[in-house]
């Protein structure tokens, strides 16, 4: 009976960890605050000359990639973070409206300048959609990991770059000209470390596993009655 109970619990743990909805892990230390946008818009703002929250930029809950919530802009959002210096990793996941067949974004860093209210790009990159097909232009020191397709339309980008110590600002833009309809950010990460991506399952994978692992638990009880009669 031990040896069954201790089966059950290392099945359940093990399908925890890799069935949960969300198995995109990072290894530790993610620089930027409330990531998923589950606080709402706390420690993020509308990038400079797109007005209030609701305008340009909201948070939504009509496409998210995990989670309950995402950022829908047609325009640009930033979050500050503060860096130690060193090669550092950037990850995030993008949604192109699904009206849009053609749509440029942008993930940058800025830092500011010594004139108020002035930034200077430190790096950046382009990302291109048309018509399904995603193309990157990167800008000074940055290094394109990947550009994925993973889920629903989701894609998941990627990026390896370096910053000297100091502040700066990640921001994530929509260009309004090719597209009028905006564009979904999600789940974003910059680091010194990034783990490798398990898979994604939906949340029906894990309760088939756990009703499957006590279906498996009864009968060997049940059989285990039967033999002792």
């Known amino acids: 009976m031990k040896r069954l109970i201790g089966a059950f619990?290392?099945?359940?743990?093990?399908s925890l960890i890799f069935l949960a909805e969300v198995l995109d892990v990072f290894a530790t230390g993610n620089l930027i605050k409330n990531s998923g946008f589950e606080e709402d818009?706390?420690?993020?703002?509308?990038?400079?000359?797109?007005?209030?929250?609701g305008e340009r930029a909201k948070i939504t809950i009509e496409e998210v990639y995990s989670g309950k919530k995402s950022c829908w802009t047609n325009y640009?959002?930033?979050?500050?973070?503060?860096a130690d210096g060193g090669l550092y990793y950037a990850r995030f996941y993008f949604k192109v409206h699904p009206k849009s067949e053609r749509a440029r974004l942008y993930f940058g860093i800025e830092k500011p300048d010594t004139e108020e209210w002035a930034y200077i790009t430190v790096l950046g990159v382009n990302i291109y959609y048309d018509q399904g097909k995603v193309?990157?232009?990167p800008y000074r020191e940055v290094e394109v990991l990947e550009i994925?397709?993973?889920d629903r339309g989701w894609y998941r980008a990627t990026f390896k770059l370096r910053l000297p110590e100091g502040a700066y600002a990640l921001i994530l833009l929509s260009d309004?000209?090719?597209?009028?309809?905006?564009?979904?950010?999600?789940?974003?990460?910059?680091?010194?470390e990034l783990a490798p991506v398990l898979p994604k399952f939906p949340p029906s994978s894990l309760l088939s596993v756990l009703v499957g692992v006590g279906t498996v638990m009864v009968l060997y009880l049940f059989w285990r009655k039967r033999e002792r009669r």
């Open 135 to 137: 193309t990157v232009e």
């Open 176 to 192: 309004k000209k090719p597209s009028p309809y905006g564009h979904y950010f999600d789940d974003v990460y910059l680091g010194v």
């Open 41 to 53: 818009h706390q420690y993020w703002e509308v990038y400079p000359g797109g007005g209030d929250w």
């Open 9 to 14: 619990m290392l099945c359940l743990v093990f």
């Open 148 to 150: 994925t397709p993973v």
């Open 76 to 82: 640009g959002v930033r979050q500050w973070f503060k």
